[in-house]
């Protein structure tokens, strides 16, 4: 769905090759807590880009593909999307989907639908429910809030 192209130097400084993060294997079970662990930070660490490079005057926006987030500028058809996991390398849309910009809620709850799996894949049940608890914390559609109101209840059920 994506090629990679050469990095783009503009946003090195603040990619995961400055900051020393790598992508071993795209893995999102491996972290404690979103920030202690470099695999499954993409989420995190696309965030973290976006806002830097919003300070230095740069508009990027999140943006979720599927199984990746990666940061999109929108200012040119089609969006120039960086990953900045893998170094702030320009991604190219070999089968272009219709891309938009994230919202802060809708990160916030890839985030923590992300945590809430990688919790319960490893039977971390008590952060499992925290992270379904935050996840109904947050402005949600009807079927979003339907699909968080049934796993709580399931992954209750199984502290028992």
């Known amino acids: 769905m994506v090629c990679?192209?050469?990095?783009?130097?503009?946003f090195e400084t603040c990619?995961?090759?400055?900051?020393?993060?790598?992508?071993?294997?795209?893995?999102?079970?491996?972290?404690?807590?979103?920030?202690?662990?470099?695999?499954?930070a993409a989420d995190l660490l696309?965030?973290?880009?976006?806002?830097?490079?919003?300070?230095?005057?740069?508009?990027?926006?999140?943006?979720?593909?599927?199984?990746?987030?990666?940061?999109?500028?929108?200012?040119?058809v089609p969006p120039l999307l960086l990953d900045p996991f893998g170094g702030g390398v320009p991604l190219e849309l070999i089968a272009p989907a219709e891309l938009r910009a994230w919202g802060p809620h809708e990160t916030a709850l890839r985030s923590l639908n992300n945590?809430?799996?990688s919790y319960r894949r490893r039977a971390d049940l008590a952060r499992a429910i925290r992270?379904?608890?935050?996840?109904?914390?947050?402005?949600?559609?009807?079927?979003?809030?339907e699909a968080f109101g049934t796993e709580l209840?399931?992954?209750?059920?199984?502290?028992?």
């Open 46 to 76: 696309s965030t973290v880009y976006v806002e830097v490079t919003r300070r230095a005057g740069i508009a990027l926006a999140g943006v979720g593909l599927p199984g990746h987030y990666v940061a999109g500028h929108f200012g040119q």
């Open 153 to 160: 209840p399931s992954l209750r059920a199984r502290l028992n």
């Open 115 to 117: 945590l809430v799996g």
């Open 4 to 10: 990679r192209r050469e990095r783009s130097r503009p």
């Open 15 to 40: 990619s995961a090759a400055a900051t020393g993060l790598r992508a071993p294997g795209r893995s999102t079970t491996t972290p404690t807590t979103p920030c202690s662990s470099a695999a499954g």
């Open 131 to 145: 992270a379904a608890e935050l996840c109904l914390d947050l402005p949600l559609g009807e079927s979003e809030r």
